[in-house]
Structure formats: structure tokens, C-alpha cells
T-cell receptor
Framework: GDSVTQMEGPVTLSEEAFLTINCTYT??????LFWYVQYPGEGLQLLLK?????DKGSNKGFEATYRKETTSFHLEKGSVQVSDSAVYFC????????????FGKGTKLTVNP | AAGVIQSPRHLIKEKRETATLKCYPI?????VYWYQQGPGQDPQFLIS???????DKGSIPDRFSAQQFSDYHSELNMSSLELGDSALYFC?????????????FGQGTRLTVV
């Protein structure tokens, strides 16, 4: 079945450091790929998405590129802030995003001042 | 902008009791998804509805049932509650065929079974 594997956490960085959270997927066809963020005590918020190969999703300084050849969708940010501290989930959905989301295990990011 | 509304936000129940969680999707969204997130876990898909019909089913226990009503709100009914049912339950909605196809999540209902 479909699955998402993402980098185990927790990840601790200093403010203004570079962030990479790795995500790879297994799925038939061409799934849509997502990054969701969950702040403490909050629900899931869509951070960015990509629906086809070589698409780059970006939002709030975060970026991820849909790489079909490596089945990856790594999340990057050039300079993290304390406010970026949260849990990040990589996810996929088939049929253009109309099917259920399959999530990775999540990566907890802590950014220290 | 209107978001997905879930109620209640917090719920404490005893073992073997029943619980009903409610989800009010974003206006004009016709698809609802339910997810269960255990402590420190990733969200697991339970069930989904499209136009008031069940569209997909995941790892939902037989003790749980759900439906989507004519006004598109959905309810998740949980009976014979067990300690292991303690989790954060998310509802998400989307509009089938809309330009933005992603699902929008509610704040979740935190269920504690004691």
C-alpha cells in the first residue's frame, strides 16, 4: 500500500539555521504530495503542496520539490525562526488529492533563540 | 474565512461509555474525512464521506460509526469506549472538483477515556 517515510526526529536547530526534513514515498501512479504543520495543541495546517513531478511547493520560506525519480519531497527552509517550532508531517494523496491522506510519522522541530 | 468546526474540543469519558464527535465542514465542501491521532503518532485515516455517502473506510473499529447529514455536517459515534481510544480526532473537509483540492482540517477533538 501507499506509505510515507520521513526523517525521524526530534530536530533541534538554532535560529537562522538551515532546515532539511527528508521525506520519501511509496505509491502507485502519481500522488499529490503535501507538508502539514502542527503547532502545539493545534490542528493540522497545510504548509505547501505539489501535484506533479518537478512541481515546487513554497510557503512562508519553506520549499519542497516533487522528485519522481527519487520518490522524494524534502522540506527545506534557509533560515528557521523560533516560531517555526512545530511537528511537520509529510503526506500523500492519490487522485489529485481527492483520496485520503497518508501521513508520515512526523518530525518534531525545535528552534532555539 | 470560515474553517472546519469540530465540537466538542475536549471530551472526557469513562470506559464503556459512548461519545459523539461533530464536524461542520467549510461551506460548500461536500467531502468529509475523519482521522485519529494517538499521542505522539501520525494521523490515521478512519472514514470519509462524499455527498452523504461513505466513500472510503480505513482502520475504523466496528465500535465506531459515522455519517454525513443533509447539511453536510458529520458525526462520529464511538461506543464501548476503551482506554486506547484516547486520542485527538480530526475532521477535514474539501470540495470535490474545486480548484484547491486540498483538505482543510479542524482543530480536533481531544478525547480522553478514563
Amino acid at each position: 500500500g501507499d506509505s510515507v517515510t520521513q526523517m525521524e526526529g526530534p530536530v533541534t536547530l538554532s535560529e537562522e539555521a538551515f532546515l532539511t526534513i527528508n521525506c520519501t514515498y511509496t505509491a502507485t501512479g502519481y500522488p499529490s504530495l503535501f507538508w502539514y504543520v502542527q503547532y502545539p495543541g493545534e490542528g493540522l495546517q497545510l504548509l505547501l503542496k505539489a501535484t506533479k513531478a518537478d512541481d515546487k511547493g513554497s510557503n512562508k520560506g519553506f520549499e519542497a520539490t516533487y522528485r519522481k525519480e527519487t520518490t522524494s519531497f524534502h522540506l527545506e527552509k534557509g533560515s528557521v525562526q523560533v516560531s517555526d517550532s512545530a511537528v511537520y508531517f509529510c503526506a500523500l494523496s492519490r487522485q489529485g488529492g481527492s483520496e485520503k491522506l497518508v501521513f508520515g510519522k512526523g518530525t518534531k522541530l525545535t528552534v532555539n533563540p | 474565512a470560515a474553517g472546519v468546526i469540530q465540537s466538542p474540543r475536549h471530551l472526557i469519558k469513562e470506559k464503556r461509555e459512548t461519545a459523539t464527535l461533530k464536524c461542520y465542514p467549510i461551506p460548500r465542501h461536500d467531502t468529509v474525512y475523519w482521522y485519529q491521532q494517538g499521542p505522539g503518532q501520525d494521523p490515521q485515516f478512519l472514514i470519509s464521506f462524499y455527498e452523504k455517502m461513505q466513500s472510503d473506510k480505513g482502520s475504523i473499529p466496528d465500535r465506531f460509526s459515522a455519517q454525513q447529514f443533509s447539511d453536510y455536517h458529520s458525526e462520529l459515534n464511538m461506543s464501548s469506549l476503551e482506554l486506547g481510544d484516547s486520542a485527538l480526532y480530526f475532521c477535514a473537509s474539501r470540495r470535490e472538483g474545486g480548484m484547491n483540492t486540498e483538505a482543510f482540517f479542524g482543530q480536533g477533538t481531544r478525547l480522553t477515556v478514563v
